[in-house]
């Protein structure tokens, strides 16, 4: 066990990164005063096909951040937990890594490494579950011609934080879809990044999260536009139900002036269940050059739908019935691009239930 | 046998300048097999009228009464209403994303029945409304409505209508966009339900062509909040003549 050291530069609050963050249910992951622990919990869950390896190593970071924990993530450990997919590898079934038990008395940092070597063809899986205080430093790279599906499922106990970043580093033609799925925890704050390092590369960023009373959802999107001819999109769906439910969502997609031919499109969407909640979600779109295909941000939040609500109970729907089969069909879209049917079914029924929990 | 008897009704809607009235004593008796044509200018009130039968929530019932067999309609919720019986073919179908229709018709019929009906059967018993309405069975693994035609909308309204077998339908100008043939198979539909279920029927309409098919026992001219004349059949046919002049200025 040792203290973080202290020499960062500890944020306020006040700084834009983190105006909306509760610092002070952070337990100590943002100042150093966080009692770390030498737990690693990222775990295999079954046995690795051929091609594919799951070693703990010393590697560099891959990425430069101005995220201040993924600092103090680098700075205590240069061991990473690596998984590597071999080039040329076409997994047909996905990989599952999930977590060791944790604890809420001392924190985990940890760092992670998914690399995808050339036309390789991949989906991982990330089950983050269980009682943990828990920083994460996750960066992935992808090869030319690789593709990855890489799905995080924050399925936490509720007092459980989580403050992480996942950054893909996108190489030439290179394919990029992320399903980030946060349902648990008392507070996750995930910066999901992407930058494209050669042309022809494409990211697909997905979410959905449910926040109930009292939880503290962040997603902080930060797509870097800075070579030409790469595709993104971004489409987060939430739902928020309950007293001091807060979710936020920053989209920020900037266009360098080199990012001819960029293709951008983000889109937020939240539905609030209830009053005394709270969803903060901001896109932010930097365009360095005209000579680009398309890009274009929509951002909405709003309540029941009443008049969807009406056609269906007028069939003999009942209210909480109803509301439960638009909320699914809210998420749908996005659930269904998980791909994995046994997922898909456990978070609807999450999602059934935070709704019945919620009394929404 | 079923009796949708409406009394006097008076409904307002909200509107920022406060409540406005727009039904001013509805007088109306429905009862099974019989059809009710209404026909009326546009903003008389003719979807306000079956919005408050079905119990949309934007209508607030100022005075009068509607019971269902002597059951107090205006007491129930939507869904209660539909378990009543009552059923309402809207103008404007409500797109609902993310709902397939068959798992929406499903739980409809779950609902409306009791219980679950038995699997095998019902996708045969949806297949065969489907079928009959002219609609694509993959129609079913759509979302409720969504990216439908207006024809389309309006099929898939009485594919309901069918499966989910009502005592009494109020049909919005379920009429309105639909090609020629698209009307002689709706019809034909509502025909079926009148047939099979003894269905009573209230059809509003800007048009006779759809009472060629579906023949009206009654007709009612609907002006400014309520009904102003009522005849047979041939009523209607003095309406196409010569339009609703003489009841809107009175
Ligand atoms: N929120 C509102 N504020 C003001 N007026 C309203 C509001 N809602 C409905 N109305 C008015 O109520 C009147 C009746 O509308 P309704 O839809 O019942 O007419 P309708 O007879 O069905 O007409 P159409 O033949 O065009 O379908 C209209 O004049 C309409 O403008
Ligand atoms: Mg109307």
Redesign the pocket.
Known sequence: MSLLTTNYLTPTGREEAWRFTPLKRLRGLHDGTAEISLRSSLIVKELLPSGVSFVREELPPLATSDDIIIERIRGNSPEVAHLSISANTELEAPIHLGRLTGALDSAELSRVRISLGAHAVATVVVENTGDTILAEDLEISLAPGSSLTFITLQEFESKSVYAARHHAVIDRDAVFKSVTVTVGGDVVRILPTVEFIAPGGSAELLGVYFATAGQFFEHRMHVDHAVPKAKSRVNFKGALSGRDAHTVWIGDVLIRAVAEGTDTYELNRNLLLSDGARADSVPNLEIETGEIVGAGHASTTGRFDDEQLFYLMSRGIALEDARRLVVRGFFNEIVIEIGIEAIQERLMNRIDFELERAGA | MSTLEIRNLHVS????NGA?E??KGVDLTIKSGETHAIM????????????SIAGHP?YAIVEGSVTLDGADVLEMTVDERARAGLFLAM?YPVEVPGVSVSNFLRTAATALRGEAPKLRTWVAEVKEAMESLNMDPAFASRNVNEGFSGGEKKRHEIVQLELLRPKIAIL??TDSGLDVDALRIVSEGVNRAKENNNLGVLL?T?YTRILKYIKPDFVHV?AN?HIVEEGGADLADKLEANGYADYVSK
């Open positions: 809607v909200n509107t920022e406005v727009i039904l009326g200018p546009n903003g008389s009130g003719k979807s306000t009228l079956a919005y934007k103008q919005d100008e509003i800007h609907f909040g």
